[in-house]
């Protein structure tokens, strides 16, 4: 998984998270902590980059839910992004 973290012109930080391949039962636990570590530095922006995820069954999807709960639980979390891009 590729995190990236970066300034936004008005000043705020931005973490994006890029899981890549499958987001399953095996590899779910891990997107689950990144994406808690980034919730609990109350990153104001964090971007969910799902555009290298060919597969995701329901231990990735309830790692999506429970990190969109807990961003919107949080007050330090006022953008919660998750992003994939249509096919051309």
């Given at each position: 998984?590729?995190?990236?973290?970066?300034?936004?012109?008005?000043?705020?930080?931005?973490?994006?998270?890029?899981?890549?391949?499958?987001?399953?039962?095996?590899?779910?636990?891990?997107?689950?902590?990144?994406?808690?570590?980034a919730?609990?530095?109350?990153?104001p922006?964090?971007l969910?980059?799902?555009?290298?995820?060919?597969?995701?069954?329901?231990?990735?999807?309830t790692?999506?839910?429970?990190?969109?709960?807990?961003?919107?639980?949080?007050?330090?979390?006022?953008?919660?992004?998750?992003?994939?891009?249509?096919?051309?």
């Amino acid at each position: 998984m590729e995190q990236r973290n970066f300034t936004n012109p008005q000043g705020d930080q931005v973490v994006i998270l890029a899981p890549f391949g499958r987001l399953d039962i095996t590899t779910a636990w891990q997107f689950r902590l990144k994406l808690q570590e980034a919730i609990s530095e109350e990153s104001p922006h964090i971007l969910i980059n799902l555009s290298e995820v060919n597969f995701i069954d329901s231990s990735g999807l309830t790692s999506l839910v429970a990190g969109m709960r807990d961003a919107d639980k949080s007050t330090a979390v006022s953008a919660f992004v998750m992003y994939t891009p249509k096919p051309n």
